[in-house]
């Protein structure tokens, strides 16, 4: 990489880049990704956003970082879907340091997730990435104003490691298909060994209340159901699938009396790790993370691999762990039941399906299909599974 700027590779199929920005090559101006026009998303690379960040690492960054920029790539979007995720090479200044990777977290528009919160997600790497213990990229360097790049963005640690790959899944093709049930089974207690440590944390010492939400007249948990009505109502202006109805019924009959809140991960499943013999070795994505209950996290493990093997009809990989042992083995590590496991297993459901519908509606205003032609809102795997998963109640 010395001696020359990698260029910067970007997959426009994915929502990752229905980003709300639209670079020019005087600057960089906003606009809504509602509005945006999906025919211009293959723009010129944004040499003038790479030439401020460059100078900057020359003459303003803290001096631990201060250098030269190598290389600012966005990682494969085979996957994830976050949107404003670069890998950057720098070459120090301070010659005891040498050449070293760092990733670059931005928000200069929409990640594609309506339930993302950017400064939640640096809460948790500030935090959490202190702890030797957690598989947590730490933050180095971190930038509010939004005056160098058009948006706040931060600076972590580079962690090696492989996802478990989105597309196409996991439960198809790739390293995780390819691995024998025992390599999958120390996956799946790898994550769990890692959600244990997590939920076990003393969130209210570590200052995490920051991510309590605040309206003290109801519970954590039926907050966030109703912010997550709200984007569902939105993007299907109020018109509600069937299934969509019946389960937010359920939820509200079904609401926890008591609540048992720790810090969650919120995107909680192997596409979000980094992973190395299979074994977790950075946590990544904590945009939707907060403080909810050990069973969140798990419901949505579990339900993502649902997603994309029973609702799709194809087979489960063996070794991964199924609902019984998942939540065997997370007990038997945490030394305690799940609480309300039932309830947060439709509850993670109907959050991945609100969020998949807000995105597939903002594709198919730009004319475009999100998981393909054969799936609208109301069918998709996401959609099947949690028809299947209420059926069960």
Request: glycine letters at 8%; hydrophobic letters at 40%; proline letters at 5%.
């Amino acid at each position: 990489m010395e001696g020359s700027l990698t260029s910067w590779r970007i997959d426009y199929r994915l929502p990752i880049l229905l980003m709300a920005e639209n670079y020019h090559d005087e600057g960089c101006t906003m606009v809504d990704s509602r509005s945006f026009d999906v025919e211009k998303l293959e723009k010129p690379s944004p040499d003038a956003l790479i030439a401020r960040f460059k100078n900057w690492l020359v003459d303003e960054a803290p001096h631990p970082l201060r250098g030269e920029l190598l290389s600012f790539e966005s990682p494969s979007a085979a996957s994830g879907r976050s949107g404003d995720t670069y890998i950057i090479c720098i070459a120090h200044s301070d010659k005891s340091r040498g050449q070293r990777q760092y990733v670059l977290r931005a928000e200069l528009g929409s990640t594609g997730c309506p339930d993302a919160n950017f400064d939640n997600m640096l809460t948790a790497h500030r935090i959490l990435g202190k702890d030797d213990g957690l598989a947590v990229p730490g933050v180095v360097y971190n930038e509010s104003t939004g005056d160098l790049l058009g948006g706040p963005f931060f600076i972590m640690e580079f962690c090696e490691g492989v996802a478990a790959p989105d597309s196409p899944p996991f439960s198809t093709a790739g390293w995780l298909f390819e691995a024998t049930p025992e390599q999958r089974q120390s996956l799946c207690r790898s994550g769990i060994e890692f959600l244990v440590k997590l939920h076990q944390l003393d969130w209210r010492a570590l200052g995490l209340e920051t991510l309590l939400r605040r309206d003290s007249e109801s519970s954590q948990t039926e907050q966030h159901l109703t912010s997550l009505i709200d984007i569902y109502d939105r993007a299907l202006d109020g018109k509600r699938h069937e299934v969509g109805a019946a389960t937010i019924d359920w939820l509200y009959a079904n609401l926890p009396a008591v609540e048992n809140l720790c810090m969650t991960w919120g995107d909680c499943r192997p596409g979000n790790g980094l992973w190395q013999e299979f074994r977790l070795s950075a946590a990544l994505d904590w945009e939707m993370c907060g403080i909810s209950e050990p069973g969140a996290d798990i419901g949505l493990w579990l339900f993502s691999e649902s997603a994309v093997t029973d609702a799709l009809e194809i087979p489960r990989l063996e070794g991964m762990m199924m609902r019984e042992e998942f939540l065997e083995e997370y007990e038997k590590r945490a030394g305690a039941s799940v609480p309300n496991f039932d309830f947060f297993e439709i509850f993670s459901a109907f959050r991945t399906y609100v969020i998949v519908t807000d995105m597939m509606k903002m594709y198919e205003h730009h004319g475009q299909d999100f998981l393909g032609p054969s799936f609208d809102t109301s069918n998709s795997p996401y959609a099947t599974t949690m028809q299947t998963l209420l059926s069960r109640q």
